[in-house]
Each structure stands twice: as structure tokens, then as C-alpha cells.
């Protein structure tokens, strides 16, 4: 490719980035779709292109067209990476597997990953715990070791293999400390092993780095209770409460809370209030 062809490949690609600057992004599109005519712009042209038609909501379209970039440059592994997580991020499990699988002679920490991030978004628990297990042998300075971990402590709660899992997301968190879900997954843990104080340790860590999931302030509630911490409780209790069953569930806890300690009045109160929340179901 000469200088002149080359310089005007690099004037349309700016010239799509200003048509989407303005919110033209038909414009861009057609611009993208010329330039996949040339070898030297097909591949910058094909992740242009595919951003905008995810972005409008067009997935297969951006797949089929991921697909006719590798059918001819299959060894292309950066792309083969991004589009394993692109459907993944889509929750195209089943796809996800077909297309990691067509390039299992790839040797890479991501695609090794993928395979056992799908395995586990399938229900296939055993083979996402050998796959995740595989991964952290192989690839133990990977910066995917604190997911590997993260997702190894899932199955084993699942597969109530408490201490296992105490032990994983403990080591994820010691080397990501700033996700929230694995502090609520240490919270989680705790609780079924009945060990209350730290299991709120755990639950308020996630809280101050993520207050706005409803569910996980449920949980902190239901600790409190368990700890007879009452009046902590009352303070978070009002903007928790909605119309789920894990309201009801917080509430019926409250109740026989108040009638453990002898205060019929405060336990009918709440156990009226959690009956109306389930009537409403």
C-alpha cells in the first residue's frame, strides 16, 4: 500500500471518529464497512465497527463479523480473546464454549480462564473447579488468579465446602481487596458457619464499596439480629425493607426476635407486617 492510500485509510478513520464525536454513528458505520475492504484497516475497522453495533444492541451482528475477520486471520489471538469475552459479557455461554473450543490449540492464560468461567455460567461446577484449579497451577502469576479464586470459592459454597471456600476468597481478596461481591461472598461464608461477628466485618466491607445492593444490606440485617444488635438493626431496617421474600424472612427473624425476649406486642407487630408483605406476592 502506497503512502497516499495509506494516509487517506488514516483520514477515514478519523473521519468516523468524528461522525460518532456527533452522535452520526449511521455515518461511521459506512465509513467502517468501506475500510473493511482494505487488509491493512480490516482488523481496526472490524473492532470500530463491532463496538458500535454492540453498543446499538446488534450482538449477532458484530459476531457474525468478528467471524469473517478470523475465517481469515485465525490466528489472530487478541481478537480471539476479545470475542471470547464478548460473549461471555453477553451471556452467550453455550456460544462462548463452541467458539473457545474452536481454538483450544491457542495456549492462553484468558482463553484458559474463559473456559472456566463458561464451564461454571453453564452449572458445570466440577469441571469449572478442575478447569479454575488448572488455571492457578499453571498461570499462578496471572493477574486472573484473584478471579480464579473468586469464582473456585462459589463452588465450593455451593458445594458447601465452607472452609474451602474461606480459604479462596480469603486469597482473592488479599490480592484484590477493593472488589465488593468478595467481600460479601467472605460474609456468606461466615454466616453458614454460624461465626456472626466476623461475617459483619465482612458484609459492612462490602457495603462501604458497594451500598447500593439491597440484598447484601438484608444480609447485614439478618446478622445484626442474630447478634442482638436490635437498635442497629431499627436504623437500617427502614429504607431495606421491600416486597421480597427476603424482607418477609428479616422481618418473621425480627419478630421471634422480640418473642424470644418476651415482647409479644413488638413480635406481633412484625410478624403482622411480614404476613402483609407476603399477601402482596
Known sequence: MGIIESLNIEAQFKKASGYIANNNQLAAIQIYN???QFDEAERNATIKLADLYDKAGKTNAA?????KYLDKNNDDTEIIKLVGYFLVRNSLFDEAELFINK????KDENLFFLRGLVSYH?????????????FLNEYNSSELVPSSLFYLAKIYFKNTLYDDALTSIKKSIE????????HKIEAEIYFQKEMFYHANESINKALK???SVIEWRHLQI??????DEINKVKQNLKDAIDESESSSEILYML???YLKNKEVPEANKYFEIAKSLSTKK
Open 175 to 182: 490480592l484484590s481487596p477493593n472488589y465488593a461481591e468478595s
Open 34 to 36: 468501506k475500510l473493511l
Open 63 to 67: 459476531i457474525d463479523l468478528f467471524n
Open 222 to 227: 439478618k446478622i445484626l439480629i442474630l447478634l
Open 255 to 257: 419478630g421471634n426476635w
Open 209 to 211: 464499596l458497594n451500598p
Open 103 to 106: 481454538f483450544s490449540s491457542i
Open 122 to 134: 453453564r452449572g458445570e461446577y466440577y469441571d469449572s473447579q478442575q478447569q479454575f484449579v488448572l
